[in-house]
């Protein structure tokens, strides 16, 4: 079954729209994965690279997050993107296949907004997470490091766009080609 009749079957597209959990598939899932696993392991290579290398102590918390943040991020992100498409689609009455750039994709079709509220939540998320751990583990909120801080909002708001963009390419481009 395709993920157009999966989505028709399970779902009324034009009642309130297309659930983003039915469009969480093995593809989705497996990208992402792989995402999260490079992004993971660079960041953990720039964050942490005097206890991989040297006598630092290994922060578990933030290892655990380079590589859980990106995999969430694209995730969602990816099916925001085909979401989009999906639902413009069915809107229009048809497939279109995109005919503007990547970059143009993503600076269109709601992607940045939703890009950005993906990074505040997420964001937010993990800064609360390593400040609440900070405070129990008997550090002040002034100590916490600024760059993993700004990681947290800035990285999910560049692979949100990335992610919904090419997803939403790769979900019209077949929706498309089935018309």
Not at 87 to 115: C, F, K
Not at 148 to 177: D, M, N, T
Request: with cysteine; glycine share 8%; hydrophobic share 50%.
């Amino acid at each position: 079954m395709t993920m157009e009749n999966t989505l028709r079957a399970n779902h009324d597209l034009r009642a309130d729209g297309i659930r983003l959990v039915p469009l969480i598939t093995a593809q989705v899932l497996r990208r992402a994965a792989i995402i999260a696993l490079v992004l993971g392991s660079v960041l953990t290579l720039a964050n942490q690279f005097g206890a991989i290398f040297g006598d630092d102590h290994m922060q578990f918390l933030p290892l655990g997050l380079v590589y859980l943040t990106p995999f969430v991020v694209v995730t969602i992100s990816q099916c925001l993107g085909m979401r989009q498409a999906l639902t413009e689609a069915e809107y229009n009455g048809r497939g279109d296949a995109p005919r503007s750039g990547v970059v143009t994709t993503a600076l269109s079709h709601g992607i940045p907004q939703r890009a950005l509220l993906v990074s505040l939540i997420v964001g937010g998320v993990n800064t609360a997470i390593v400040a609440i751990v900070a405070l129990i583990d008997g550090s002040n909120l002034a100590s916490l490091p600024i760059s993993p801080i700004g990681q947290a909002f800035i990285l999910p708001l560049l692979f949100g766009l990335v992610s919904q963009s090419f997803a939403y390419r790769r979900q019209a481009e077949l929706r498309a080609a089935s018309f």
